[in-house]
């Protein structure tokens, strides 16, 4: 063989170390791209999640008109028992005198 055949298939040899390496580094470098893509998505899965949980919780709470409704009936409620209480007294202290009277002249 020549030098000049020798030198050609030298080169050919290098070029295709080359080409092996550089298909190498690209197939490895999408590989770990793609468990980046793959670890971001469960995350963004499991935020996701999360946001739902959050809105379905959020569906829930009573919104401020209901609140106010419910803070007015619960002040008329306490009137009720606010009266309630004061028609109540003197029945009490009557049959406080009748309790007495039954135990001390018995």
């Known amino acids: 063989m020549s030098d000049e055949a020798k030198i050609a298939i030298q080169g050919l040899q290098w070029f295709c170390t080359f ?15 793609a468990s980046q893509v793959q670890q971001v998505s469960d995350k963004v899965s499991a935020v996701s999640e999360r946001v739902t949980a959050v809105e379905e919780q959020l569906r829930h709470i ?3 008109d209901l609140l106010h409704n419910l803070d007015g009936d619960m002040k008329a ?23 007495d009277y039954l135990l001390n002249n018995k």
């Open 77 to 99: 409620i306490k009137a009720e028992l606010r009266h309630m209480r004061d028609a109540l007294t003197p029945l009490a202290k009557s049959l406080d005198r009748i309790n």
């Open 19 to 33: 080409c092996l390496a550089l298909f190498t580094f690209i197939t490895h470098r999408s590989a770990a791209r």
């Open 62 to 64: 009573p919104d401020p």
